[in-house]
Each structure stands twice: as C-alpha cells, then as structure tokens.
C-alpha cells in the first residue's frame, strides 16, 4: 500500500497528529524563535521531538531547562531514547548555574550569538517550567521579548520551546511566538503503548506465566477505552487491569478511564442499553439516522461531515437530557456531562486552561456523546450581549466553546436549554442554528407520548403496562410533562403499597396524575416564551397528532409548526 492510499483511509485523529507535527516543524525550521507547546505528556513530547530534531536540516542538539537543574543535556547514545535519558539523573548538566527561567533565556541567547563556552551549534532548549514563570513580571516578558529578537538575527540557528499541559503565550508577545497544542496518543500511539506496556509486564514471568496479546475484538476494545488518555495514564490502566485480573481486561481500563475523566472534573456516565424514551419520536429518529454518520462505512464513502450535535429546548422535566443519555447508550458511545462548575473556576485565567484541557479531552475521548445541561446558567452572560462582572472570563471560555465546537470532530455535542429567554438575551450566538446540525423543541407530550411515557415508567418499575387503562392515565396526565408522569406513576405505586402492599390499579396512577400541579401551570410566562422562541426555529420532537383536545395555555398564538406540533395547543 502507498503512502498516500494510507492517508486517505486514516482517521481525523490521525490526521490531525500527522498536521500537528507538520506545523512544528514548519515553525523551527522557519526560525519562529520562541514556541509554546501544550502538551500534557512532557516525556512523550520530549521523545518524539528528540526524533525531530534528528531528522532537521542542519540537525539540532535538544537542551532542557529545568528550574531544579539548569541546563541539561540528554544521555542519548544514537538514536535509541528511553525514558532514563531524559529522566534528571540521566541527563548531564550543562549550565548548573542557569535555573531561573530569564538565566535559562539567557543561555539560548548566548547559543544563539555564538557566545558560549566551546562551540555554539544548532539547539532547541526546552523549558520545561515556564507555564507561570514568563508571564508573571515585566522583566520576565522584557526577557522573553529580548530573546525573541536576538534569536531572529543571530548566526547561530536556536529555537526555544516552551513545554508545559496548560502553557498559553502570554498575551503581548502572542503575535511573535509560535504555539503548537500537542495531541494525546491517537489510535496507533495506542497500538504501540499496549504493546510496550505487555513487553514490561512479561519481562519479569516466567515463560509459562507470560501474559497473551488480547484478542483482535478484545484489543479493539482496550483501545478504544483508552482513547483520551496519556500515555503514562494508559500503560497505569493496564499495569493495573493485570495486576488485578492477570490480564488485560477492557472492563478494567474503561473504569479506570471513568475516574480519569471524573478527576478532570467531568462526569461520566454508563452507556444504559435498557434506557427508554416514550414519544420525542422525531428527536429519535433524528438521532438514529445521525449514527449512520459515524459508522465506517460513511468514512469510506468520504466526504461526508461528522454530526457536531444539536440543540434542545424545552420545558423542563420533558425528556432533554433523557435524549442525551438515550443517543449515548443508543450509540454505545461513552457520555461525558459537561456542567457550569466544570468550566468556570474561580480564578481569572484558570478558566481558560481548564477549559482547554477538557476541550482537548473531548476531543480525544472521541467518538463520545458530550452532555451541556442547562447552557443558559452556563454561558449567561457571556454573549455579545452579557455585560457582567464575570463577563471576561466567561467570554473567553464562551469562545473557547464556540470554536471547539466548530472545529472537533467525533464528538456528538447535546446541549439542552430550558430559559431560554436568558440565552437568547444574553448569549445568542450559541443558539445560533449553524452551529449545530438541528434545533429541537420539545413540547409537552402529546396524548399518544403520554401513554407511552405511562408505559416505559410502569414498565421500568417491573409491571406489565398492557394491564392498565393507559389511555385513562394520559387522559388525566394533561399538561403534565414526562418527568411528572413519572412521578405521578411512582406515587400511585407507593400509595398502593402503603395500602395494605396491594398492587397497583389505572385507578391509583388515574389518581396520583390528578393530583399533580404540573408545572405548565406554575411557570406559564416562561412557557410561553419558550414556545414563542421555538415557533419557526425548532424543528419539533414530536410529530404533530390529530386530537379534539381544546388548547390549554391562554396566551396561545396561532403557529403552524407549534400548534400543529403539539396537537393540544399546549
Ligand atoms: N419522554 C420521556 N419518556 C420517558 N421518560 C421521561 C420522558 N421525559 C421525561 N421522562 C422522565 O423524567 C426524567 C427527567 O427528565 P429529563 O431530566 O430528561 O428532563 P429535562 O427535559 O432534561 O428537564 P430539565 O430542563 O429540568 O433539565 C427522566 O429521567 C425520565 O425518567
Ligand atoms: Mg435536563
């Protein structure tokens, strides 16, 4: 097979790598000075740049910085590098005096004119403790400024890296540095690392207890469960799999992967393959289609776009975030939920580089279902329009969002909303309808979804719908929505067993829904706005349904899409 065949059948992730690289390397040989590089593997980044360097014309020595050491310099013997070479007691010091990072600076500058003690060669110094240390003082970004330019024009061709997992360039000298966000292991990393990490572990057993490579299905399903880790996260997922099991079990790595994801911060949630909605059956269909999208097949075919997600308003307790749950277990994809506290930290600036991190791990983790409740409390504020105290930072991590958004591939953003007046005032650029590949309103469910909601929750609570009245129980769960059906279903359960521990009849659930207050009542001015929002933007979830049910809600205006939409004019 060619190279370039190879190409063309390679994943996005994949390809991004390949790109990522590139650029590197563009900016080095360009003499782009100084570089920023994100990265949260320092030694698989300092690894494969070792190879880098080799290969560049003319060939650059790789010098490190460290705020313990100074300068050093690696023990590579030729092209083999393991991790002891680049490990502090591995490496020789150069420059012991060196450690702060504007002395570090220094150092790449006398490289640079040729100044230094023995000869001057070609270099690339990478600070690995730099994250903090230029941005804080002025003297420290004169220091910086100072060495972009003197590295620009002297003989001596020198780039300086700067390395750290959230490292931004600070914001004056932005236009002059180079700035590389590094990927975490793609696809064939993965190969490598479960290969090397199995090496370790057999190198110690004996032949007869020497562990086997997993299975194709098997190893298909370690990988994937790594995918979004590093490769020191990976090979500990692993070691930990065989010290359990004495094998390396996917099970075991993708539990390990949730607390990863939950220690970031993120919630992670099962695939439930039993999970069921009632009604939304555009919605579902919607999501079923969308799948196909994903499958290789529609790879092979070329071309096409992967879904980036959709958007979901409606009332509250109407099934949103069950749909987020619904397409992840439908799509055995992992469900990652995103919430406010996750992206806003306290401190100005910490927002960013947390946002970026778990952006990146997104990305990463994909294919996956990424969860954005409630984005009104998120983002408000933070539009065009928000004029807060906070704005700034939730601005920037607003637009962080949004070109995240545009930009990833792989995963499958839901995000639901039920204010949405505070969104469209505030932050109306999110629900801007090309940014996802639908926006769906719910309703309050029809006659026909009420039934069915009856049954799944009837259902779920381990009785036979069929030996029920559903149509009773809709009649009476007018205006409620799924999650007050739900309840409602509940209480009758409950009431029949404090009842002498009886089974339930329609008559209980019939009972329970009546006494309900359903929430359409209580917060019918924002109902009304919602839908008011919807009529012409939304697609509906729900196909619209013949009824002679009178419309409910007084402030009704006529609407094709809505009114026809619900059926009952609620
Ligand atoms: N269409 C439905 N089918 C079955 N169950 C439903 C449906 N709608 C809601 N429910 C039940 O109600 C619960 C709450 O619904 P969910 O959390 O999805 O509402 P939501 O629209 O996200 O509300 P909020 O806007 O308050 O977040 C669900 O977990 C489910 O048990
Ligand atoms: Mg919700």
Redesign the pocket.
């Known amino acids: 097979m060619t190279k370039e065949t190879k190409k063309v059948e390679a994943a996005p992730v994949k390809k991004r790598k390949d790109e990522v690289k590139a650029r590197l390397i563009a900016l080095i040989r360009s003499s782009v000075p100084v570089i920023y590089v994100r990265c949260p593997e320092e030694l698989r980044f300092e690894k494969q740049l070792l190879q880098i360097a080799l290969k560049l014309e003319p060939v650059r020595l790789v010098r490190f910085h460290t705020v313990t050491y100074g300068v050093t310099e690696p023990h590579v013997k030729g092209k083999k590098v393991d991790d002891a070479a680049l490990s502090p007691t591995g490496e020789r010091v150069l420059d012991g005096q060196a450690v702060s990072p504007l002395r570090g600076l220094e150092w790449a500058m006398n490289n640079a004119r040729g100044s230094l003690e023995g000869a001057s060669a070609p270099t690339i110094l990478v600070m690995r403790d730099t994250s903090r240390g230029i941005a804080g003082s002025d003297v420290a970004l004169r220091s910086l400024r100072d060495a972009i330019r003197t590295l620009r024009s002297a003989p001596v061709k020198t780039t300086v890296i700067m390395l750290s997992p959230t490292t931004m360039p600070p914001d004056d000298a932005r236009a002059e540095v180079g700035f590389v966000d590094w990927p975490l292991p793609d696809e064939e990393d993965r190969v490598g690392i479960l290969a090397s990490t199995l090496n370790a572990a057999n190198y110690s057993r004996n032949e007869d207890r020497k562990l086997p490579a997993p299975e194709n299905g098997e190893r298909d399903k370690i990988l994937g469960a790594c995918a979004g880790l590093t490769a020191e996260q990976m090979s500990n997922a692993i070691a930990v799999s065989i010290a359990e099991s004495n094998r390396v079990d996917a099970d075991a790595v993708l539990s390990w992967k949730a607390e990863e994801v939950r220690k970031l911060g993120l919630e992670y949630i099962e695939p439930d393959p039993t999970l069921?909605?009632?009604?939304?059956d555009r919605l579902r269909k919607f999501l079923d289609d969308e799948r196909a999208l994903f499958t290789p097949k529609a790879r092979e075919y070329g071309g096409l776009r992967l879904p980036r997600g959709i958007f979901i308003a409606?009332?509250?307790?109407?099934?949103?975030?069950?749909?987020a749950r619904y397409c992840a277990s439908r799509w055995g994809y992992p469900l990652i939920r995103l919430d406010n506290s996750m992206l806003l930290g306290s401190h100005v600036g910490e927002s960013e580089a947390k946002t970026a991190a778990i952006l990146r791990n997104l990305t990463a983790m994909a294919p996956c279902v990424v969860m954005l409740?409630?984005v009104e409390k998120v983002f408000s504020g933070a539009g065009s329009a928000g004029a807060r105290s906070d704005g700034g930072t939730k601005r920037a991590v607003f637009g962080q969002f949004l070109t995240w958004l545009a930009e990833q591939e792989g995963c499958f953003v839901v995000a639901?909303a039920?204010d949405i007046e505070t969104l469209v005032r505030e932050a109306p650029e999110f629900v801007n309808k090309h940014r996802f590949d639908e926006i769906f309103f719910?309703n309050l469910?029809t006659l026909r979804?009420r039934k069915?909601?009856a049954a799944?929750?009837i259902k779920r609570r381990k009785r036979n719908p069929a030996d029920f009245d559903l149509n009773a129980i809709a009649g009476a769960s007018e205006n409620l929505?799924?999650?007050e059906?739900?309840s409602a279903i509940q209480a009758g359960l409950v009431h029949a067993f404090m009842d002498g521990g009886r089974e339930p009849t329609t008559a209980d659930f019939v009972y329970a829904c009546q006494h309900i207050v359903p929430l359409v009542k209580t917060a019918s001015a924002a109902v009304h706005a919602l839908k008011e929002w919807a009529k012409g933007r939304c697609q509906l979830a729900t196909t619209p349904e013949e009824t002679n049910e009178p419309p409910k809600d007084e402030g009704e205006v006529a609407h094709r899409d809505i009114e026809s939409g619900s059926g009952e004019g609620n």
């Open positions: 069921e909605v009632g009604g939304l409606g009332l509250s307790g109407t099934g949103k975030s069950l749909c409740d409630e639901t039920n719910v469910p979804e069915e909601i799944v929750h929505s799924g999650a059906i739900e």
